[in-house]
């Protein structure tokens, strides 16, 4: 027996030792973009079609050509990278190099300041290519030029380790602005190139240690509040006027934002398939269902009622809707909260510049009043230094933290991962301001009530039952076996959504808003190059306000659902930021993107006209957000932008622009001896250079600016 069994193992030691090596795969090119081809050799792959992955996504079938001897892909924007597996139809895997798809070029403006001729700038001007993952490309060529006569050079380099390509700008002249523009795969630069980005550069920034002075435009009731740059140079002082609506540069040391954890970006998408029933009957039942989900005044009673297992829903559906009892049926949808992988670079508070926050913050922050802004979210960590004296007592309608969520209780906090994405949001509604750490939030000193309708999981859902009840808790209306809400909410955000419609959360959206509640929602993030997606329930529900998402650049997000469809008869109302928005997260915070991110902006600005004038109506609040926004004709249009970007000063009555023919006004600077008038531009806060001569310190000063016909004075000393 000792001797078969030592035969037998010799035998499968040398049937393992011969069994040939898988091949290894090859693929042209190993970093492709959008709409390129990648050829994968190195196999035979037969006739029949498998799988393909990069990372752990399978792509889609359309996107790959099968062939006995080669594999054609054809990535998209949306396309992951990652290392490339392909499986035969007989279950063999094939492994192969990482696959990089490019997936945006971003711009960082030069740090320096000069306007002196023929100058190269002291910082260099930076570009950094990402892949679809957002992690760095390496060694890819990116070209470089500029207009107006400037020159970068080099006029071409390579991404270095980081993902980051530099050229250095030189000005022959002293132009006002400066487009710069740099691409990768380019057939002739700058133009035809597969991917680019553009800035356009003031080049009117005076030198470092010019002097100034703080001043506010005012006519007595109108207050702008600004600063007034002075640099004396050998023919004169120039000077700028700038509103507190130009964006700094960043201070020095600050560290990049946080990445989410692995466990978020990795966590698996969610199956948003319903299980249960939601069935409202003409009175109470004797029995049945999981729970009571809602009763209505007239004694009718909606019930939890589960899917039975293998059922079909839609014929379960029709039975349940046959009883003479039951007067409505639908799916108990889930609900996802989905915000695109956050982005780890350093990113100041473009967000807040952009809507015009800083000059409202002079007129309005919350403070004092009595409104609050429910988060019905994730969860808001309650430790949080920016948050913490903004929270009040809040609940939980998921305190089982299953997807179910059949369970609550007057905790509405969740660990670390769970509250990502409500602290995140919180504090682009409220964090702190004065406080000398991380952000300020668009309203900083209103209240903030925390409802987690979500379970403590990475990319967990939730029920359209839940978010019934959440709704009407949140407003200050009963739900059953939950205690009253002693903090009515003026403004609820709902940060989520999903390609469904519910007639009964659509009621109680309803009965929040005649009780004077404005509801502001996220349009949805599964839009892209290749698909149209309409605006999201909520969203699209009558009443909701819905939130699309801008770039940095001011122009709509690829991802940001746009357009009335299936999920209801309202497309999107407003946009603001939504990509790299940078805010609070647990123990710190972080750079997200998605409409997720965009909708917070909207209801900090709704908070602060209810915060200004109590008897506002949510019509009223919509009314003013939409009669101020931004909307530039030549590249936005109604579908994807709505009313345009929001502009939180506009619609608290302050200098603001509502498009280009509004967007520059004219101002005068004034001294004893001499006069320079130009233009302030009241998007980016700066005016052009105005020439004032020679002046002494200690000489006064008057600007003016002309604003819808009336003018608005400020006074300043020379230091």
């Known amino acids: 027996m000792t001797k078969n069994l030592l035969t037998l193992t010799v035998l499968v030691l040398a049937l393992v030792a011969c069994s040939p090596e898988a091949p290894r795969l090859t693929v042209s090119p190993t970093v492709a973009v959008a709409g390129e081809p990648v050829t994968v050799t ?274 379960f559906l029709e039975r349940l809707a046959d009883d003479p009892d039951v007067l409505h049926v639908e799916p108990n949808f889930r609900v996802s909260l989905a915000p695109l992988p956050s982005d780890p670079r350093l990113h100041d508070q473009w967000g807040a510049f952009a809507v015009g926050a800083p000059a409202a913050w002079h007129t309005e922050t919350g403070a004092g009043s009595a409104v609050v802004v429910a988060i019905v979210d994730s969860g808001v960590d309650p430790t949080h230094p920016e948050l913490a004296g903004r929270l009040l007592p809040g609940y939980d309608f998921c305190a089982d933290d299953t997807s179910d969520c059949r369970a609550s209780d007057p905790d509405p906090g969740a660990y670390a991962f769970g509250n990502w994405h409500g602290t995140h949001v919180a504090g682009i509604v409220a964090a702190s301001a004065g406080d000398g750490m991380g952000v300020v939030g668009v309203a900083p000193d209103v209240r903030l009530l925390p409802v987690k309708v979500f379970p403590d999981a990475p990319r967990g859902t939730t029920t359209v039952a839940t978010l019934v009840a959440a709704v009407r808790w949140a407003a200050g ?91 209801g008869p309202d497309g999107v109302d407003l946009v603001a930021p939504g990509r790299h928005v940078i805010s609070t997260v647990p123990f710190g915070w972080a750079s997200l993107s998605g409409t997720s991110m965009a909708t917070p902006f909207v209801s900090g600005a709704a908070a602060l006209l209810l915060a200004q004038e109590p008897s506002r109506t949510p019509d009223d609040v919509e009314r003013l957000l939409k009669a101020s926004a ?20 506009g619609a608290l009555g302050l200098p603001a622009p509502t498009g280009p023919a509004d967007r520059t006004v004219p101002v005068q600077l004034i001294s004893p001896d001499a006069s320079a008038a130009g233009e302030l531009d009241l998007l980016t806060g700066t005016s052009t250079l105005l020439h004032l001569g020679a002046v002494e310190p200690a000489t006064p000063l008057l600007a003016t600016l002309q604003w819808r016909g009336v003018t608005l004075g400020a006074q300043a000393v020379v230091p």
């Open 42 to 315: 190195g196999a035979r792959f037969g006739d029949r079609a498998g799988s393909v992955s990069l990372g752990d996504e399978a792509l889609p079938a359309a996107s790959v050509a099968w062939h006995a001897d080669r594999l054609v892909l054809t990535p998209s924007r949306r396309t992951p990278s990652g290392p490339l597996r392909v499986t035969l139809p007989g279950g063999a895997a094939l492994d192969g190099p990482e696959v990089q798809v490019i997936g945006e070029l971003n711009a960082l403006p030069p740090a320096g300041s000069t306007v002196a001729p023929g100058v190269t700038l002291e910082a260099p001007f930076r570009v950094r290519l990402l892949d679809t993952s957002g992690r760095p490309v390496a060694g890819e060529a990116v070209a470089f030029a500029a207009s107006d006569g400037a020159t970068l050079a080099p006029s071409s380099a390579r991404t270095d380790a980081r993902g980051v390509a530099v050229a250095h700008l030189t000005l022959p002249h002293a132009p006002a602005r400066v487009e710069l523009t740099a691409g990768v795969r380019c057939a002739e630069p700058p133009n035809a190139c597969a991917v680019r980005a553009r800035l356009t550069y003031d080049t009117t920034a005076l030198e470092a240690g010019a002097l100034g002075a703080p001043l506010t435009f005012t006519d007595g009731s109108v207050r702008l509040p600004g600063w007034l740059e002075l640099d004396a140079q050998d023919d004169g002082t120039v000077a700028r006027l700038l509103t507190a609506n130009h964006r700094p540069e960043a201070p020095a040391g600050l560290s990049p934002a946080q990445a989410p954890p692995a466990e978020l970006a990795a966590a698996p998408a969610p199956d948003l398939t319903p299980t249960e029933a939601l069935v409202t009957y003409r009175r109470s039942p004797a029995s049945g269902g999981l729970m009571t989900a809602a009763s209505g005044p007239g004694g009718e009673e909606t019930r939890l009622v589960e899917v039975p297992a293998g059922a079909d829903l839609a014929a």
């Open 477 to 567: 209306l009963p739900v059953a076996g939950v205690p009253d809400n002693p903090n009515p909410a003026r403004v609820i955000n709902l940060s989520l959504g999903g390609e469904f419609q519910s007639r009964l959360l659509e009621q109680a959206l309803a009965e929040v808003r005649a009780r004077g509640v404005v509801v502001v929602a996220a349009a949805g993030n599964a839009a892209s190059a290749e698909r149209a997606a309409p605006v999201e329930f909520p969203a699209a529900a009558p009443g909701v306000i819905a939130v699309g998402a801008l770039d940095p650049d001011l122009t709509l997000s690829p991802f940001s659902n746009h357009g009335a469809g299936a999920w």
């Open 630 to 649: 931004y909307y530039d004709p030549a590249y936005m249009d109604r579908s994807g932008y709505g009313a345009g970007l929001l502009r939180v000063d």
